[in-house]
């Protein structure tokens, strides 16, 4: 075994000759190193010494392939540039030359690039000569940026100083135009990220306040200052003291938290996906039972990545306002005692108003809410981190909110135009909510270790508030249209603000999060002088946030009685209101994905049923024989070209009609009515399968229609799973005369919608299941992603109080084939299948299925325990 450093890490020999073999077997040796030697060695001294094996490698290389003989450079770039080599990180080098290379030239480098790729290593190299590398980098930002941090590895030095000359000079990329490109280069990479450091699966080397906002900051030093790294930033003068020591710190832990991923995965990759934060979690030494290791290590990581992103901001704007903007000659406007606006920029009047009177950071962002175009000056951002730092040292257990005039201006601040976007997103991007209150600190940067949030619990938050905001913009009608249209119109907007910035709260302290958090904002709202009603109603909203989510996504809300157990729940038409519009910006700001027309529709459903069931009130079911007229009529309006030149007789329409179940007019919209007759009337088959993106809310629409047979849903569903697809939604109807009148929703597995040739494919595929008793294969395909996630397996039954049907939920950890499965179970007790929602909140399989026994009846006792025992059984 190799022990010393020197063994691994010394590659060069004197005159000696490597291959292949042997470089592999020291990069093993040198792994086996840095995996003993983690956790009790500086990580500056891990990636130095891989840098300098690299080093030595190249060195030898280059005269084994008698390149130290050519007037050629070898020159490191990007990171390998840096010296910052982690395991997995790619080496970046220049081969430089002073005219255009020989055949000899070319044939040693491309012998020595294809030793280096034998050896399995990830090598980006270039070959150019010193006026092409000029060219290149006038034409190109990273090329640009690679050079500028370039290091000399070996061959003619006197062409690499010529090369350093050359990329320092003005002409070559002058200061202001390196400032411009590199900010665009940061706010496309920014974009990728949804703008924010808080992605559950962050990348720790891309996303914002990741290592490549450290890099940043490092090119504008080095182009402007000629420094190469934090300790000679701060010896500039540049950053201060507090600031390089926060920056350090940081730094460090992203770098340890790299260096054990790239220990513990194969290929190179800088995300921190859910299964690797458990592996890198136990490298780093966290402990704790279940995911608390790493909530832990995560919510350390969330607050590096802030530290980095907040900093580099402020030092990005400190010297954009001294170095590029350089203008100084507007006036200022004075804004009160402490603020003034010059230059667009709020700057101080007083320095220690912070500290001397710490309810006045209230006001300045109060002032970034009557100014519009206005940002923060860097000394004014520097002077709130120096009080907040204070703040916090000294707490004591003290929050701003402890100040009565504080709680004034902070409900003042939710009155004013622009409120989240101009206040509470800075707020949170400058710690000034961790400091305003314990629940926020509570949950800043706490994780949600599942793979439906996208987000961190403060982040999720944020965005629900911004959405929230955003329906006031008539541009985002289309999108949102029920909640543009009733979210201006609410009596007072503070409140729904108040219950968004509570909603998700108490998560993290185990029991349930909506009782707990209606407990806090009830106090909140109390004591920043919210009136008894107000204060109720903000409980009362958070308590149920979920409720119309629930009830909309895992109810049959066609069922009258859903509607009327909904409406009594809610009991006023003002509840409703803020209900939908909290329910719609929580759902939308889950992940990008989540909302959809399919949930828009169930929503604006479930709305438009309440909302008549109040006016109505309680002691009705609600009448829906006017919806279902309207949409038989409208059904009848679509259908007109068919019917007036003949193709399409009336009274077939209509005999088909007669045929139908009234939920049937009610559960299918116009479109789709007049879909199924052109489907059913003119074709006259008895049997048809066909899919469609025109008539669905979401997903692609797949219709089913034959006589009624044992055995339907099961068959339908193996066929679908079979085509690797996903299953949103299934609607089970049969006409009056035995006929199966059956919609599914479906997708693809990435959630996007079938195209035409796929399509077709499941059509045949379910016909061929239904017309024989073929069988499709089980979809067997594993999810790696799933492995690490445990969801206890729930059986409950629904209280309906109903005779002719039981409502059944499933709670279960989603897999491939799991409404096969359960389909299965259904088909094996006898049941028929009445109708079933199938919803699916990352790794969580939330289902809910309507059945009845073969008597058509609700099931009683001791069938409803032998079919929860079969679904255990099956399940786990």
Request: charged share 25%; aromatic share 10%.
């Amino acid at each position: 075994m190799i022990s010393s450093r020197d063994q691994v890490s010394d590659v060069v020999v004197e005159n000696s000759v490597i291959d292949v073999s042997e470089v592999k077997v020291r990069l093993q040796a040198l792994k086996a190193q840095e995996l003993a030697q983690f956790n009790h060695s500086d990580i500056n001294h891990l990636i130095a010494e891989r840098s300098r094996f690299y080093d030595q490698l190249f060195q030898q290389l280059w005269r084994q392939f008698g390149l130290d003989q050519q007037p050629l450079a070898l020159v490191a770039v990007g990171g390998y540039g840096r010296e910052e080599m982690f395991p997995l990180s790619d080496l970046d080098i220049l081969i430089l030359s002073d005219t255009a290379l020989d055949t000899s030239q070319q044939d040693n480098i491309s012998a020595l690039i294809q030793f280096l790729w034998d050896c399995h290593f990830e090598v980006g190299h270039s070959v150019r000569t010193l006026d092409q590398c000029i060219a290149e980098g006038q034409a190109d930002i990273s090329i640009a940026t690679n050079l500028l941090e370039s290091r000399f590895l070996d061959g003619n030095q006197t062409l690499f100083r010529q090369l350093q000359s050359a990329v320092k000079s003005a002409e070559f990329w002058s200061i202001e135009a390196f400032f411009a490109a590199k900010m665009q280069e940061k706010a496309e990479r920014y974009q990728r990220y949804n703008n924010t450091g808080y992605n559950l699966e962050p990348d720790i080397k891309y996303s914002p306040g990741g290592l490549r906002d450290l890099h940043l900051l490092y090119w504008i030093a080095l182009r402007h200052l000629g420094v190469k790294n934090l300790q000679e930033i701060l010896d500039s003068g540049f950053i201060y003291p507090e600031e390089h020591r926060t920056l350090n710190r940081a730094q460090q832990f992203l770098f340890k938290l790299r260096f054990a991923l790239h220990l513990v995965i194969k290929r190179y990759d800088n995300r921190l996906l859910f299964d690797r934060q458990v592996k890198v979690s136990e490298m780093l030494g966290y402990q704790g039972a279940g995911n608390r290791a790493v909530e832990e290590m995560m919510k350390h990581f969330f607050r590096a990545s802030h530290d980095i992103m907040q900093l580099t901001e402020l030092l990005l704007q400190h010297y954009q306002e001294h170095f590029i903007q350089t203008c100084d000659s507007g006036k200022a406007q004075p804004l009160d005692s402490h603020f003034e606006l010059k230059n667009q920029a709020i700057r101080l009047r007083n320095p220690d108003c912070f500290l001397r009177q710490p309810d006045t950071i209230l006001d300045l962002f109060f002032h970034l809410t009557q100014q519009p175009q206005a940002v923060l000056h860097s000394t004014t951002l520097r002077r709130l981190r120096l009080a907040l730092a204070v703040q916090d040292s000294d707490k004591k257990g003290q929050y701003l909110i402890d100040i009565p005039s504080a709680r004034q201006k902070f409900v003042h601040l939710l009155e004013q135009p622009q409120a989240i976007a101009r206040a509470i997103v800075p707020m949170h991007q400058h710690g000034v909510l961790n400091a305003y209150c314990e629940e926020w600190n509570n949950i800043s940067g706490l994780m949600q270790f599942d793979l439906f949030h996208a987000y961190t619990v403060d982040e999720h938050t944020v965005r629900v508030l911004l959405k929230l905001e955003s329906f006031l913009d008539p541009q985002n009608t289309e999108q949102h249209p029920l909640c543009v249209e009733l979210f201006p119109h609410l009596a007072n907007r503070t409140l729904i603000y108040l219950t968004a910035l509570f909603h998700d709260i108490a998560k993290g302290r185990g029991g349930d999060h909506a009782e707990l958090g209606a407990i806090d904002v009830y106090d909140f709202a109390q004591k920043h002088g919210f009136d008894e009603q107000d204060a109720e109603m903000t409980a009362w909203l958070v308590l149920n946030h979920l409720k119309m989510s629930v009830t909309a996504q895992r109810r049959d809300i066609y069922d009258p009685q859903v509607v009327l157990a909904f409406a009594n729940s809610v009991k006023y038409q003002i509840r409703l209101d803020y209900l939908t519009c909290l329910t719609v910006a929580d759902i939308s700001a889950t992940n990008s994905t989540l909302w959809n027309s399919w949930k828009r529709s169930l929503i604006k459903t479930l709305y438009q049923f309440t909302k008549q069931q109040l006016e109505q009130g309680s002691d009705y079911l609600l009448d829906i024989s006017d919806e279902i007229l309207q949409h038989r009529l409208r059904a009848l309006t679509l259908l007109q070209p068919l019917l007036q030149d003949e193709r399409l007789k009336l009274r077939t329409v209509n005999d088909f009609w007669q045929r139908c179940p009234q939920d049937y007019f009610l559960r299918n919209n116009p479109q789709q009515l007049a879909w199924h007759v052109e489907l059913i009337c003119q074709t006259g088959e008895q049997t048809i399968v066909k899919s469609s993106n025109r008539f669905s809310q979401g997903g692609t629409e797949l219709f089913v229609y034959c006589p009624d047979q044992p055995h339907l849903f099961n068959k339908v569903v193996r066929a679908i799973e079979a085509k690797n697809l996903s299953i949103h939604d299934a609607q089970i109807l049969t006409s009056n005369d035995g006929y199966a009148l059956d919609s599914f929703i479906i997708s693809e597995t990435s959630g996007m919608l079938a195209k035409f040739d796929r399509r077709r494919s499941i059509e045949q595929s379910v016909l061929t299941a239904l017309q024989s008793e073929y069988k499709p294969a089980l979809n067997t395909r594993i999810n790696n992603k799933l492995q690490h996630f445990h969801v206890p397996t729930e059986v409950r039954f629904i209280d309906s109080k109903r005779g002719d049907q039981t409502e059944l939920e499933i709670f279960v950890l989603d897999k491939p084939g799991l409404l096969v499965t359960i389909s299965n179970v259904f088909s094996e007790q006898g049941l028929n299948l009445l109708n079933a929602k199938i919803t699916t909140t990352g790794e969580r399989a939330e289902d809910f299925f309507i059945l009845a026994n073969s008597q058509n009846r609700a099931l009683d006792d001791s069938e409803k325990q032998r079919l929860q025992r079969a679904l255990l059984s099956a399940l786990d």
